[in-house]
């Protein structure tokens, strides 16, 4: 199974910082890979799709870059309804795999 | 309106059975490959299972394989998870969800299945 390294697991930013959540892939993936977000005991939420493409109705300040083993989620300027963990998810082949999730924190 | 609504989870002790459903509402069930996708409490999420629109692909992850069934009925727009030999570690919150990684994502609420003697 393609193993999915996030990092950091956890991080604390102020609102209006700017925010990277990287995704490593341990092997090539192309572009199959899009980002989660989730709030307490909320279903997860779509972010983006495709490494790049943002999921209709996300807010602009989301992007997703990469391909091949790495991916980047940024938040341009991170706003107080941000703070949520984040997971990347690769569809490239089965088994399916979530990276570990990334927890947002206010500072 | 898109629904997915999940039921049948609940308690069960290890080695027992459950099945979990979810029942689709506000689009073409059958034009959809679905998926299980389960959160153990205070831990990630773990991709479960997928089955095609027609089902003639159906995937597990290796956690379950042997031990779960993924099936649909397209007549009822309903999605099942037979789960057989629980174990303790299959305690989660399970998630129905449509075409995931995809424009027409979408999640339901999730149902909890709790593995306890």
């Known amino acids: 199974a393609i193993q999915m390294t996030q990092s950091p697991s956890s991080l604390s930013a102020s609102v209006g910082d700017r925010v990277t959540i990287t995704c490593r892939a341990s092997q090539g993936i192309r572009n199959d890979l899009g980002w989660y977000q989730q709030k307490p005991g909320k279903a997860p939420k779509l972010l983006i799709y495709?490494?790049?493409s943002l999921q209709s109705g996300v807010p602009s300040r989301f992007s997703g870059s990469g391909s091949g083993t790495d991916f980047t989620l940024t938040i341009s300027s991170l706003q107080p309804e941000d703070f949520a963990t984040y997971y990347c998810?690769?569809?490239?082949?089965?088994?399916?795999?979530f990276g570990q999730g990334t927890k947002v924190e206010i500072k | 309106e898109v629904q997915l609504v999940e039921s049948g989870g609940g308690l069960v002790k290890p080695g027992g059975s459950l099945r979990l459903s979810c029942a689709a509402s506000g689009f073409t069930f059958s034009s959809y490959s679905m998926n299980w996708v389960r959160q153990a409490p205070g831990k990630g999420l773990e991709w479960v299972s997928s089955?095609?629109?027609?089902?003639?692909?159906?995937y597990y992850a290796d956690s379950v394989k042997g031990r779960f069934t993924i099936s649909r009925d397209n007549a009822k727009n309903s999605l099942y998870l037979q789960m057989n030999s629980l174990r303790a570690e299959d305690t989660a919150v399970y998630y129905c969800a449509r075409d995931i990684l995809a424009p027409a994502d979408y999640w339901g609420q999730g149902t909890l299945v709790t593995v306890s003697s």
């Open positions: 998810l690769q569809d490239y082949n089965y088994p399916q795999t």
């Open positions: 495709a490494a790049s």
């Open positions: 089955i095609s629109s027609s089902s003639s692909y159906i």
